[in-house]
């Protein structure tokens, strides 16, 4: 099995750099992407995460913000052929948009599922879940559209993930199968290369030691290949550019 890996950007935004490297002091800021990954194999279209919407883009102050099906369009695909929508953690900008892929499993983590219905509902830190995504999750999940996954090391659809933690109870990283070297998506597991180069989380922070737990999986898990982390605009350097919005990775030559 051959994997083509496609990312496409949903919108940008600039933030204080606080909020994405824990207690840095100053007024800079750093600028975000906000990706949605297309994996492409011959029988099977997965995505890790899914966009999100015109409104929830606005309330939240992203800017250059593309709609998922347009997303999907300059990818070349159709939503009711994805197969799989791996959500790497429950927070508006990764969970969103499920009426667009009517054929999709959703694969989530129990520990974001409890958290974010549950026991976390009336935490501050769960206004980062957008509330009619979390009706879509409660419609998905009465229809039996989920695969609720128990942490650990589990298979999602034809790749893997892995649920380290940290930034929410049940953010889990993504291992691409069909890649000639490991190619891990950390997603919000490291927002940008510098929390995990430096050992700093964001400053949204479920557990701390979570966090750091992450970092080491994902470096050794990466070892010898690649690893993404959730919104650095800086990995674009990395991608082939194939229209305004879309980016493929290629593999490295060999020589």
Not at 109 to 137: C, N, S, V, W
Request: glycine share 10%; hydrophobic share 40%.
């Amino acid at each position: 099995m051959s994997t083509i890996v496609k990312v496409a950007i949903a919108g940008r935004r600039d933030v204080p750099v606080g909020r994405v490297i824990h207690l840095t002091e100053g007024s800079g800021t750093k600028p975000l992407i906000y990706p949605m990954w297309i994996l492409e194999s011959s029988d099977r279209i997965t995505l890790v995460d899914t966009g999100f919407s015109k409104a929830v883009a606005a309330a939240r102050h992203i800017v250059e913000h593309r709609e998922t099906e347009t997303l999907l369009q300059q990818a070349g695909i159709e939503g009711h052929d994805v197969s799989d929508v791996i959500i790497s953690h429950l927070h508006y900008d990764h969970f969103g948009r499920t009426e667009l892929f009517p054929n999709a499993t959703f694969w989530i983590q129990r520990k974001d599922i409890d958290y974010f219905t549950g026991y976390g509902a009336d935490h501050p830190a769960a206004k980062l879940a957008d509330r009619d995504a979390m009706e879509q999750l409660d419609g998905l999940l009465a229809v039996n559209r989920v695969q609720v996954l128990d942490g650990g090391v589990s298979k999602a659809g034809q790749h893997t993930t892995v649920c380290v933690g940290g930034h929410t109870p049940g953010t889990q990283v993504t291992v691409v199968s069909g890649w000639g070297e490991p190619l891990v998506l950390a997603c919000d597991a490291s927002h940008l290369y510098e929390n995990l180069l430096t050992r700093t989380p964001s400053s949204t922070i479920h557990s701390y030691d979570h966090f750091q737990i992450g970092f080491s999986t994902v470096e050794a898990l990466a070892e010898g290949g690649r690893w993404f982390p959730g919104h650095d605009a800086v990995m674009l350097e990395e991608l082939t550019q194939l229209t305004d919005d879309v980016y493929r990775l290629e593999a490295r030559s060999s020589s």
